[in-house]
């Protein structure tokens, strides 16, 4: 699993709360990356990073906001809520190796939100 | 929009078959990747096709990439029960500035019967 790890693993809440969702990697990777799966449309990248305090949009990424303060913490929050963000939430690192551009992404186990 | 759509989205073998999934995607891409995510779990990277790469091999699975037609194809040849899972294609698109954005497909539920 390459060092990743999420927290919580599982979490209810409630619509209008707030909710951060944390990823932590071992491995001082620059890259890492928020997707959320749904049944039937796969996995779609909501933010990624590619260094400290360096974030950047992806598909979905209304309604949610990211920060990397440390190489090794990725944060995800939803400041608000909503039903449609329940969802389960992996969090990726890309294992880039020198003058090869990127390769494999490596993931973690995920972190499965309700929110009623 | 989903760049990777693939077929068939479910299938289901007796242990010994062959199993074939396929992909199609959109845009020029730098790489394809096929990865395999058990019930419950996270996704688990099985192999890696560049783009100018036509067939790859990794045990039991062979990749083949057709960047002419836009698609892949992942052979799991003599299948296991311990295969049963969902399994995915992902393409890095050329021209996403190096971030190594993957986009995936909606994936294929594998099942194979004892």
């Known amino acids: 699993d390459a060092g990743i790890t999420q927290s919580p693993r599982h979490k209810v809440t409630e619509t209008g709360t707030p909710v951060t969702l944390r990823c932590h990697q071992t491995e001082n990777h620059r890259y890492m990356y928020w997707y959320r799966q749904d049944p039937g449309h796969g996995l779609r990248l909501i933010h990624y990073?590619?260094?400290?305090?360096?974030?950047d949009k992806g598909e979905v990424s209304d309604g949610y906001s990211v920060s990397r303060s440390k190489t090794e913490d990725f944060l995800l929050t939803l400041e608000s809520a909503t039903s449609s963000q329940t969802s389960v939430y992996f969090c990726?690192?890309?294992?880039?190796?020198?003058?090869?551009?990127?390769?494999?992404?490596?993931f973690g186990p995920g972190t499965r939100l309700t929110v009623l | 929009s989903q760049q990777g759509e693939e077929d068939p989205q479910a299938l289901s073998i007796q242990e010994g078959e062959n199993a074939t999934m396929n992909c199609s995607y959109k845009?020029?891409?730098?790489?394809l990747q096929w990865y395999r995510q058990n019930s419950g779990r996270g996704l688990v990277h099985l192999i890696l096709i560049r783009s100018n790469e036509r067939e790859k091999h990794s045990g039991r699975l062979r990749v083949t990439l057709d960047t002419s037609k836009k698609s892949s194809s992942l052979l799991i040849t003599a299948s296991r029960a311990a295969d049963t899972a969902s399994y995915f294609c992902a393409t890095d698109t050329y021209g996403s500035s190096n971030t190594g954005k993957l986009i995936f497909g909606q994936g294929t539920t594998l099942q194979v019967k004892p």
């Open positions: 845009t020029s891409i730098n790489n």
């Open positions: 990073s590619y260094g400290v305090k360096d974030t």
């Open positions: 990726a690192i890309s294992v880039s190796p020198p003058g090869q551009g990127h390769g494999e992404q490596f």
